[in-house]
């Protein structure tokens, strides 16, 4: 069946513009993800959802940084005013459940100029 | 703060040889996760184990759980240039199972 899937797999910005990247997760997944990788480093967690809500959002970075699923599916990540640090691949993945194996998808390469 | 090492970072083997990755964090957790990342990819889940002398196997790899250590390990047996990767674990806290914690991966390059 259909993985999870992320567009743009590609995003070039300037810095200060408003980025929004879209997560679709496996059909009946519950649980989304977010995650931030940098080069040559492990992803950085951002924020999780089950179902609709934002079970845990501690690891967005400040307040530029926000996360919806409004139907308990798909999934958009946006950012506001992007700076330069923002620049990195952002990961989604999903899960039947919260701490069952997770699913990614391939990422948006995200680069602020 | 759940901390996540791995070690090595960066493994070079010969093929037909055997070695181990280790993974080590700093808290209580009762899920570890093991990911492969080939280059310029997203990430495979490997294995997930739950539970204190956890030990799961796919082909060469195989992945234990000490709890009460606060390790894992990845052991390659007869490594192959196909595993040439690298290699996350990952660890939730156990107060909160959707928040993984991953270390800095292992790149593993396998030479003929």
């Known amino acids: 069946g259909a993985g999870v899937s992320q567009t743009p797999s590609n995003k070039v910005t300037e810095k200060g513009k408003y980025v929004e990247l879209r997560c679709d997760p496996i059909?009946?997944?519950?649980?989304l993800y977010w995650y931030r990788q940098s080069l040559g480093q492990g992803p950085e967690f951002l924020i999780y959802?089950?179902?609709?809500?934002?079970?845990?959002d501690s690891g967005l970075p400040n307040d530029r940084f926000f996360a919806v699923r409004p139907e308990g599916s798909v999934s958009t990540l946006k950012i506001q005013r992007t700076e330069r640090g923002d620049s990195a691949v952002y990961l989604c993945?999903?899960?039947?459940?919260?701490?069952?194996?997770?699913?990614f998808g391939p990422g948006t390469r995200l680069t602020v100029t | 703060e759940l901390k996540v090492e791995q070690n090595p970072l960066f493994l070079s083997m010969q093929e037909g040889k055997n070695y181990t990755i280790y993974c080590n964090y700093s808290?209580?957790?009762?899920?570890l996760y093991w990911y492969r990342q080939d280059p310029g990819k997203s990430l495979e889940s490997l294995f997930v184990?739950?539970?204190?002398?956890a030990v799961k196997q796919e082909g060469r790899l195989m992945a234990s759980l000490d709890t009460k250590a606060r390790l894992s390990t990845l052991h390659i047996t007869a490594a192959v240039h196909d595993l040439s990767a690298t290699y996350f674990c990952?660890?939730?806290?156990?107060?909160?199972?959707?928040?993984?914690?991953f270390g800095d991966g292992t790149t593993l390059t396998v030479k003929p």
């Open positions: 959802f089950q179902g609709t809500g934002a079970a845990d």
């Open positions: 184990l739950l539970s204190n002398g």
């Open positions: 990952a660890v939730d806290i156990k107060t909160n199972a959707g928040k993984s914690t």
């Open positions: 059909s009946g997944h519950t649980a």
């Open positions: 993945a999903s899960s039947t459940g919260t701490g069952y194996e997770q699913y």
């Open positions: 808290t209580t957790s009762d899920r």
